[in-house]
């Protein structure tokens, strides 16, 4: 070695548990007194030289053993790693692809990359389509509970209504069915009370009463005059209701000879 690549370095002598060294005072490395030879590094806490760490080879870190085995693959040998399907050129031993046994072919590398990004362009859609059905989800639930409310409000509303047509005894629209000749018709249409079942005509004149019972309505029991109708003539009105049930009788019977006549 040359003077220009020495380097001097400064120590001390050094005895530990009998043996004498050379100790560098700052680096704390310990030297064989004799051959001069680095020997370790004294630990003050322990009381110890202990050896440096043996350097391993970069190159002996990079490498990393790979069992292969030969592999014929249509007629041509390569080498295959059993656990990646990694295959090399048997006698360049380099990389050149990967086994695909779906389809029985070699992909190289670059087919390799086409497929990784397919494989995550795939991913990444399907993610999304994921992502909007849980978008489209959360839409439908809050439309739901939106409904769920307003429903809630108009039978609230709905409910308040019947209340307060029956407190208040309020006429409703009111209809008779009757079974004639096997079919029901209607042979009445009207308003009746909410709370009295007081049933009048579409005039709010009076008509009779409805029994829920039976579910008839029995004419010779007359409702009260509604109030702002009491000028009308009782017997007057009872001629109209006769002459307005003549005219329902006839048109059915009318209707009944159509249906004969087809």
Do not use: C
Not at 71 to 80: A, D, E, F, N, S
Not at 118 to 137: P, V, W
Not at 188 to 205: D, Q, S
Request: proline residues 3%.
């Amino acid at each position: 070695m040359s003077d220009s690549e020495e380097e001097e370095i400064e120590v001390n002598v050094f005895t530990h548990k009998g043996t004498k060294y050379f100790i560098n005072p700052l680096t704390k490395e310990v030297y064989d007194s004799e051959t001069q030879e680095l020997v370790g590094v004294y630990n003050k806490e322990t009381d110890e030289i202990e050896e440096e760490p043996e350097e391993e080879d970069e190159e002996d870190e990079e490498e990393e053993e790979i069992n292969v085995k030969v592999w014929t693959h249509k007629g041509k040998k390569y080498l295959i790693d059993p656990k990646t399907n990694d295959v090399y050129d048997f006698d360049r031993q380099i990389l050149i692809g990967r086994y695909d046994k779906f389809f029985d072919r070699i992909n190289t590398e670059q087919e390799l990359i086409l497929i990784k990004q397919k494989k995550e362009k795939r991913e990444r859609e399907m993610e999304k389509n994921r992502e909007d059905d849980r978008e489209t989800d959360r839409q439908r639930k809050i439309e739901y509970e939106k409904w769920v409310v307003e429903s809630a409000r108009l039978r609230k509303i709905d409910e308040d209504y019947k209340q307060r047509q029956y407190d208040e005894d309020m006429p409703v629209k009111f209809e008779v069915m009757e079974n004639i000749k096997g079919e029901y018709k209607q042979t009445f249409l009207g308003y009746k009370t909410a709370r009295t079942n007081r049933v009048y005509t579409l005039l709010l004149k009076p008509y009779g009463m409805y029994d829920p019972q039976t579910r008839k309505v029995d004419k010779s029991i007359k409702p009260p005059v509604r109030e702002g109708y009491e000028d009308s003539d009782e017997e007057d009105l009872d001629a109209m209701i006769d002459e307005l049930d003549a005219e329902i009788a006839e048109l059915d019977t009318e209707a009944e000879m159509s249906d004969e006549d087809y």
